[in-house]
T-cell receptor
Framework: AQSVTQLGSHVSVSEGALVLLRCNYS??????LFWYVQYPNQGLQLLLK??????LVKGINGFEAEFKKSETSFHLTKPSAHMSDAAEYFC??????????????FGTGTRLTIIP | DTAVSQTPKYLVTQMGNDKSIKCEQN?????MYWYKQDSKKFLKIMFS???????INETVPNRFSPKSPDKAHLNLHINSLELGDSAVYFC???????????????FGSGTRLTVV
């Protein structure tokens, strides 16, 4: 069974500071990993994904994440936080290669607050 | 054009009622999903359909019945609504061509169901 653990349900950073959101996964097969962002009262938007290509993945809005197999981690970073980054962030894993039998298993989310 | 659209956006209803949520995607994706997000923001898959065929039924009460008239539509009908059904329901779709759904999932903006 696959699972995702997001350390820290709430993270606060100052505007302009480094953003680091932690995600660790458990999967019996090589995983696909995703980060999604959810703004208030909106759906989930894909930030970036890892699908066994480059281990450093660049996404939208200046975010990136690095897949580290030895640490089973996929932490999300952004060098300089912006007020518009305030949102809920979800890490997710998908580990099946069967067409149509895929499902995303989500972490419990991290609420990012930006301090002016 | 909205890629994955859900209606209604908000739904308030009394216990015991039957209600439906509709979802349509114009991305040409083969697979569609229903996810439930509870009050603690935890997201969990309910169903997936691939080309109108039910693939995943994640131990959801049989009061919930998905229906896919074609691969662009996936509706969710809920009978005898209970207080515990209150949640945000997200529809999603994915393009699994190329293997493993590696293109990620596109989510709708959600339907907030409140049962009173």
């Amino acid at each position: 069974a696959q699972s995702v653990t997001q350390l820290g349900s709430h993270v606060s950073v100052s505007e302009g500071a480094l953003v680091l959101l932690r995600c660790n996964y458990s999967s019996s097969v090589p995983p696909y990993l995703f980060w999604y962002v959810q703004y208030p009262n909106q759906g989930l938007q894909l930030l970036l994904k890892y699908t066994s290509a480059a281990t450093l993945v660049k996404g939208i809005n200046g975010f990136e994440a690095e897949f580290k197999k030895s640490e089973t981690s996929f932490h999300l970073t952004k060098p300089s936080a912006h007020m518009s980054d305030a949102a809920e962030y979800f890490c997710a894993v998908s580990d099946t290669l069967d067409f149509g039998n895929e499902k995303l298993t989500f972490g419990t989310g991290t609420r990012l607050t930006i301090i002016p | 054009d909205t890629a994955v659209s859900q209606t209604p956006k908000y739904l308030v209803t009394q216990m015991g009622n039957d209600k439906s949520i509709k979802c349509e995607q114009n991305l040409g994706h083969d697979t569609m999903y229903w996810y439930k997000q509870d009050s603690k923001k935890f997201l969990k898959i309910m169903f997936s359909y691939n080309n109108k065929e039910l693939i995943i039924n994640e131990t959801v009460p049989n009061r919930f019945s998905p229906k896919s008239p074609d691969k662009a539509h996936l509706n969710l009908h809920i009978n005898s609504l209970e207080l515990g059904d209150s949640a945000v329901y997200f529809c999603a779709s994915s393009d699994i061509s190329g293997g493993g759904g590696s293109s990620g999932y596109t989510f709708g903006s959600g339907t907030r169901l409140t049962v009173v």
